[in-house]
């Protein structure tokens, strides 16, 4: 079992830059393959970004490619998205989420945990 918790949500005017921070508890943090999903109002689900247990490789949805950031820390626990350039389409409910596994995935049906969700809103 691990235990997400979101934090670093927020309001913010577009071209903005907010960092959300997700602390993982449980088993042990490197054994997960770490990603951000996003759900606006009205709309499914969507992967934001993903990084593999050792933090090496990183993977983003074509939305957010070149001003998302993910990175982890695992002396930490802790895996963060940096997001700038931030647009009012980002707005959305922002959940971590953690993938008992080798590979990356990005499909949210292959994640085995996930966090409570923070609340990104950006103004235009």
């Known amino acids: 079992q691990v235990q997400l918790v979101e934090s670093g949500g927020g309001l913010v005017q577009a071209g903005g830059s907010l960092r959300l921070s997700c602390v993982a508890s449980?088993?042990?943090?490197?054994?997960?393959?770490m990603g951000w999903f996003r759900q606006a109002p009205g709309k499914v689900r969507e992967f934001v970004a993903a990084i593999s247990r050792s933090g090496a490789r990183t993977y983003y949805g074509d939305s957010v490619k070149g001003r998302f950031i993910i990175s982890s820390d695992n002396a930490k626990n802790t895996v963060y998205l940096q997001m700038n350039s931030l647009k009012p389409e980002d707005t959305a409910v922002y959940y971590c989420?953690?993938?008992?596994?080798?590979?990356?995935?990005?499909?949210?049906?292959?994640?085995?945990?996930w966090g409570q969700g923070t609340q990104v809103t950006v103004s235009s």
């Open positions: 989420a953690a993938y008992y596994g080798l590979v990356v995935v990005t499909t949210e049906h292959e994640y085995h945990y």
């Open positions: 449980g088993r042990t943090f490197s054994s997960y393959v």
